[in-house]
């Protein structure tokens, strides 16, 4: 099994800034991507972040130029710089990570239990 646990959430002021970080154990394999999800209420779980090993990234259009996402693979953590925050990046913050737990069939997801991020206007 694979377990991540996430750290770093809590309440900000507009304008402000957070930083999350993940930290993945147990039974790794092989990862392809680690990252960051979030879930507004009433919404739906969107991308916030992701890097490969190779870092490359992804950002979701509503985070890019002040979230930046970092990974360090020899650690096999993921952090999250959030920049400039808004009232609507509230959310529960989710580390995901995307690989193997054993060195066979298909690459699955992982995830952690989420962190609260609130951001008052």
């Known amino acids: 099994q694979v377990q991540l646990v996430e750290s770093g959430g809590g309440l900000v002021q507009a304008g402000g800034s957070l930083r999350l970080s993940c930290a993945a154990s147990g039974s790794i394999f092989s990862i392809n991507t680690m990252g960051w999800y979030r879930q507004a209420p009433g919404k739906q779980r969107e991308l916030v972040a992701s890097a490969t090993a190779a870092g490359i990234t992804n950002y979701g259009d509503s985070v890019k130029g002040r979230f930046t996402v970092s990974r360090d693979n020899a650690k096999n953590t993921v952090a999250l710089q959030m920049n400039n925050l808004k009232a609507e990046d509230t959310a529960v913050y989710f580390c995901?990570?995307?690989?193997?737990?054993?060195?066979?069939?298909?690459?699955?997801?992982?995830w952690g239990q989420g962190t609260q991020v609130t951001v008052s206007s």
């Open positions: 995901n990570l995307n690989g193997w737990s054993q060195g066979w069939g298909r690459p699955r997801d992982y």
